[in-house]
């Protein structure tokens, strides 16, 4: 560390308006999974690309995801009781450009409805399928708290976002 308390070849800021790119290019140096969060809305299936996931408690099984309250379809998201968190796979990166604002969705896209009546993708990494536990302000997002009712997973190379870029990982074994 240097005197200031900046990295070696890097800066210190204020994380606040005027340093809103430098905050979220620093934000970018962390690597995340993609998801796709669907639910079943009401005029059909829907899905929500988020990188916002994460692993909660192992006792009860929880997760979490954090949708921006910004987004045109978080109203549905945000009162949704179920739904399934989807691991994308590394070669899932059509799947974004699918649920992005004016995508095709669903339409054409290969799914199966579960239990409780969600639309699932049986292609993804992993899949969660969740019932809402809590919900938590978290500034321009909501902290959604999902118990897991079932999970499943494929050996597949998961779809990897790391400064504005999309990529894959597979550990090495």
């Given at each position: 560390m240097m005197a200031d308390g900046a990295l070696p070849?890097?800066?210190?800021?204020?994380?606040?308006?005027a340093n809103a790119r430098a905050f979220r290019d620093a934000l970018g140096c962390f690597a995340t999974g993609v998801t796709l969060v669907t639910i079943a809305g009401p005029e059909g299936p829907m899905g929500f690309v988020a990188n916002s996931f994460s692993s909660l408690s192992m006792d009860p099984p929880l997760v979490i995801w954090s949708p921006s309250k910004s987004a045109s379809r978080y109203p549905h998201f945000a009162v949704a009781q179920h739904y399934t968190i989807h691991i994308l796979a590394e070669d899932q990166h059509d799947i974004i450009a699918r649920f992005m604002r004016g995508g095709a969705g669903f339409d054409g896209l290969d799914h199966e409805i579960n239990?409780?009546?969600?639309?699932?993708?049986?292609?993804?990494?992993?899949?969660?399928?969740?019932?809402q536990h809590a919900t938590h302000e978290g500034g321009d997002h909501l902290i959604v708290v999902g118990q897991v009712l079932r999970a499943s997973q494929r050996d597949v190379?998961?779809?990897v976002f790391k400064k504005g870029q999309y990529g894959g990982f597979s550990a090495k074994v």
């Open positions: 070849d890097g800066f210190t800021f204020i994380p606040d308006a239990a409780e009546g969600v639309p699932v993708l049986t292609t993804a990494a992993a899949r969660f399928d969740c019932v190379a998961g779809l």
